[in-house]
């Protein structure tokens, strides 16, 4: 009645073995979210990662008060108000051709942008104002969650044209 | 050993030991950590490879088996919430929740709905998790996929925690819902349009049309056999297909599935198409069907099987009904384990499996008869396990109930067509139908009104439902063997033996009534009064009922008929609603209405002795009183030990009955109006003295109870406090000597000596 052949059985003991592995990453993953966290920053290309986080704290950060427009300041103060009154006042600016600035965008706004969810758009606005405005648009990759195929796909849609 | 290699090429590999194995896996998940799981998945794993590569191949099966079950108490186990997970935030919570809509808003009235929300947003914070909202007032219109903005009250999903209930929070967990809400319509703001996706759109368009061209309550029928969309059908109806034992067909489920494949696949055939092209068609129509009513594990099951038997004629195979229902259950099971404990899963397979293992005769009437019959045995235990609920004309309702149903959903779904190609056909097809829902109805009607159509009885033990699948198990291979004569006789006495073992351990709750203790059970039903007692000679006396009436949730329906089959109470000796508010009468009318009942007290009723227990109403005489002042208290005494149910009575009451000078003395207080700051005042509790108080009390009621001041002056005369917001139901158990008092929640038991002469 219960006849597995070897072929089978071998399949079976495969998939059950892939299945553990995967179910064993997956409770890991929930276990340690620090370290999952610290590798994620590791998941990007080395250069961009380590200049701007190095050079921005002294640099950049007592910058953008004199040397941009009050709207960035504004911004940098935190999702909050920004997803508040943009979520509604705010029309379906970001879905025509007209590149957005990464340093003055809402999260509201750039949630508009394909492949950004609120998650994503939260996390920009949340390094932008710990760290301080991108310098470039390549600057993002900062930002956990944007690599390399993300960035590209951006790219066209995305300008800073704050200094 | 191994057979010829021909045979492994048509992929028989038997699924259903899988199956079976990684359910086991789930079921048992609560009581296996998860360290010792890792530890036998891996060295399940390890030795079986060491026997594949070095012994006898089929060695390897057993510790294969151990290894997929703890593979499913692994997928069992929940996952820590991710720390942006709105469960995590401080509730009770009132916040502005921006989320999109996981699926079509429910409208269960015109001014009720409930909205599956995915939020992405509380007060501006990025947060994720899936939320349930109760809206108050005519709801917008809304659309799956849409996104809104809601101030929302988030709360904790809170359900009856007594014994032999359904709790809908541990339902909801399993879920991963962990927050619930209410809100006003007035207080969403859709940001953006609703624009449903197609399949909501063709399930918005069919109830259109059946709204528009049957009357209310067959279209309201139409839905449900289609679709199995409810809402809009009458309770009574509802109530009457549940009597009757044929409720199912009002789930959309593997009937409706198997209909939609064989007319789609009759009327391409029918077109001069070939196999194939007729097969192909039947995906498309069954994926198509189950997009558009819904993930109910179900529906998952049917469509699963229905497109691996079609796509077997679409590549030549054949297809193992056996291999597609394992299949089906191992996919499910993999994505939501959860819903191995979900009555529609376990409903949906025990029915299939049953029709599918049970010998079918030859001739269409014996046929209908064995497949009625199988399904009706399979689901036996599921049935009486979630609902208490054994239908005995269920076996021949159903043999003219599926066919009036078949021809209904078929000429349904036709209608869906033919509304969306014009007038004359629609007309045609609708007026086709009406007549066929008429009958069913009736059909419906007439089942439920025999008496006895439905025996309510206590859900039978892990033991029970264990000797029963023995016993038709060994049913099934005395069948199969019967041409052997000794085995198949063997085989046959031991189906008997099993089956005579599982009626008597499903009968012991009812049997072992009446041990001569006396019980004394305040049920926890929110804010609201449930007491059972059950005298020394086993009968039973419900005081008060808990909330319940129409538009609420009734809680003698839901929490106190459960408790009482599940005890084994079949009948009540008696009932007293103490007074006439809702929170205390509203589910009586549910309990007259499913037990029969041999006496109503009121406050006019006299003190007598039920099983060597006295009981003997209290009902204080205030002239002019208020409604609670008024309520009847029940003095309940075996021994030395005694009980006093004090209603809502308030102060003037209490005054009442110190000045009456009516004996008040008691071991256990069912603490008055839920613990309110006007009850239970100092004298009245010096009268007293209780060493118990019971305060039953909703979590989180508006009324602010139960009072810190009461409940001071209660642990002031030195009574040990319980309450049913925080203990659960809470259970006095008493032969006249020694009590136990049980908090259902936490199981403590405390043990009480009312005999200062002796040691207990």
């Known amino acids: ?163 | 050993m191994s057979p010829p290699s021909g045979r492994t090429s048509r992929l028989a590999l038997p699924l259903a030991p899988l199956a079976v194995a990684f359910a086991a896996g789930i079921a048992l998940a609560p009581w296996i950590p998860p360290r010792a799981a890792w530890a036998v998945l891996a060295a399940a794993l390890a030795a079986s490879v060491l026997v594949l590569v070095l012994g006898q191949a089929m060695h390897a099966l057993v510790p294969l088996l151990a290894a997929i079950a703890m593979l499913g108490a692994l997928r069992a186990t929940p996952a820590p919430l991710p720390p942006e997970h709105v469960g995590l935030l401080p509730l009770p919570l009132t916040a502005r929740v921006e989320a999109r809509l996981a699926a079509e808003p429910i409208v269960w009235a015109p001014d009720r709905a409930r909205l599956a929300l995915d939020v992405e947003r509380v007060d501006g914070v990025v947060r994720t998790g899936r939320i349930l909202i109760g809206l108050y007032g005519p709801p917008p219109p809304l659309a799956e996929g849409q996104r809104l903005a809601v101030d929302a009250r988030l709360e904790r999903p809170l359900g009856f925690r007594d014994p032999g209930v359904f709790d809908a929070a541990a339902r909801l967990a399993r879920e991963g819902v962990h927050v619930t809400g209410s809100a006003s319509a007035t207080r969403v703001v859709p940001l953006e349009p609703p624009a449903p996706p197609w399949p909501a759109r063709v399930r918005r368009f069919a109830l259109a049309a059946f709204a528009e061209r049957l009357p209310s309550a067959s279209a309201g029928l139409l839905g449900g056999l289609v679709l199995g969309d409810r809402t809009t059908l009458p309770a009574d109806v509802q109530d009457a297909f549940r009597r009757a034992g044929i409720f199912h067909v009002l789930a959309v489920s593997g009937f409706n599935v198997a209909l939609l494949a064989g007319a789609v696949w009759t009327l391409m055939r029918a077109a001069g198409g070939g196999r194939r092209t007729a097969a192909a068609g039947g995906i498309v129509a069954v994926l198509g069907f189950a997009a558009v009513v819904g993930p109910e594990p179900s529906v998952i099951r049917a469509t699963i099987m229905a497109v691996l038997v079609l796509a077997a004629v679409l590549l030549d195979r054949e297809a193992s009904v056996t291999n597609s229902l394992a299949l089906a259950a191992l996919a499910i099971l993999a994505v939501r384990p959860g819903d191995l404990l979900d009555p529609g899963f376990q409903l949906s397979f025990a029915a299939t499996a049953g029709i599918v293992v049970a010998p079918m005769p030859r001739g269409t009437l014996a046929a209908s008869l064995a497949v009625s019959l199988a399904a009706q045995l399979a689901v036996l235990p599921v049935a009486l396990v979630h609902f208490n609920q054994l239908s005995t004309v269920g076996l021949v309702a159903n043999l003219a109930a599926v066919p009036l149903a078949g021809a209904a959903t078929v000429l349904g779904l036709l209608a869906v067509v033919a509304a969306a190609v014009g007038d004359v056909a629609a007309a045609a097809v609708f007026g086709a139908v009406w007549p066929v829902l008429l009958v069913l109805r009736a059909v419906a009607a007439l089942a439920a009104a025999v008496p006895g159509a439905v025996i309510r009885l206590p859900a039978p033990s892990p033991g029970a439902i264990v000797a029963y699948v023995a016993a038709l198990t060994c049913g099934l291979a005395a069948w199969h063997w019967r041409a052997r004569r000794g085995a198949g006789r063997a085989l046959a006495a031991g189906a008997t033996l099993t089956l005579l073992v599982a009626v008597a351990l499903a009968a012991l709750p009812v049997l072992t009534r009446g041990d001569g203790r006396l019980r004394v059970t305040v049920l926890d039903v929110g804010q609201g009064d449930a007491i059972v007692v059950e005298t020394p000679d086993g009968r039973a006396i419900v005081v008060d009922a808990g909330a319940g009436g129409p538009w609420r949730l009734d809680a003698g329906e839901r929490a106190v008929a459960p408790f009482l089959w599940n005890r084994g109470v079949l009948a009540l000796h008696a009932t007293l609603a103490t007074h006439a508010d809702i929170d205390h009468a509203g589910g009586m009318a549910a309990l007259h209405r499913l037990f029969a009942v041999t006496e109503r007290w009121d406050d006019a009723a006299r003190p007598r002795s039920v099983g060597g227990a006295l009981l003997t109403p209290i009902a204080p005489d205030v002239p002019g009183g208020r409604r609670n002042d008024r309520a009847v208290m029940l003095r309940v005494e075996l021994g030395l030990a005694s009980v006093l149910l004090a209603s809502d009575v308030e102060a003037a009451g209490e005054r009442a009955l110190l000045e009456a000078g009516v004996p008040l003395g008691a071991t256990v207080l069912k603490v008055g109006h839920h613990g309110a700051a006007t009850s239970s005042t100092a004298p009245f509790l010096a009268a007293v003295r209780p060493t118990v108080a019971i305060v039953s009390v909703g979590a989180r009621n508006p009324y602010g109870h139960p009072d810190a001041g009461a409940l001071a002056r209660l642990t002031a005369v030195g009574a040990r406090v319980y309450r049913t917001d925080r203990d659960g139901a809470v259970l006095v158990e008493t032969d006249g000597r020694t009590l136990t008092v049980t908090r259902w929640r936490d199981g403590s038991v405390e043990r009480i000596c009312l005999d200062p002469e002796t040691i207990c």
Do not use: C, K
């Not at chain 1, 995967?22 to 890991?28: S, T």
């Not at chain 1, 990662?49 to 504004?74: G, I, K, L």
């Open chain 1, 1 to 163: 009645m219960l006849g597995y052949t070897r072929r089978q059985l071998v399949i079976v003991v495969s998939l059950v073995a892939g299945g553990a592995v995967g179910l064993a990453i997956d409770h890991w993953r929930h276990a340690n979210p620090d370290v999952v966290a610290y590798l994620e920053t590791l998941d990007r290309a080395p250069a961009t990662v380590r200049e701007p986080v190095a050079r921005r704290p002294n640099a950049r950060v007592q910058d953008p008060p004199h040397a941009s427009a009050p709207a960035p300041s504004r911004e940098a103060r935190g999702p909050e108000p920004s997803a508040r009154d943009g979520g509604r006042a705010r029309p379906a600016r970001a879905d025509d051709a007209t590149p957005l600035d990464v340093n003055l965008a809402s999260a509201a706004e750039l949630e508009r942008l394909p492949g950004v969810g609120p998650a994503l758009a939260a996390r920009i606005v949340d390094v932008r104002a710990r760290e301080g405005p991108f310098g470039s648009v390549d600057d993002l990759r900062r930002v956990r969650g944007v690599g390399v195929a993300t960035l590209e796909r951006l790219r066209p849609r995305l300008a800073v044209n704050t200094p």
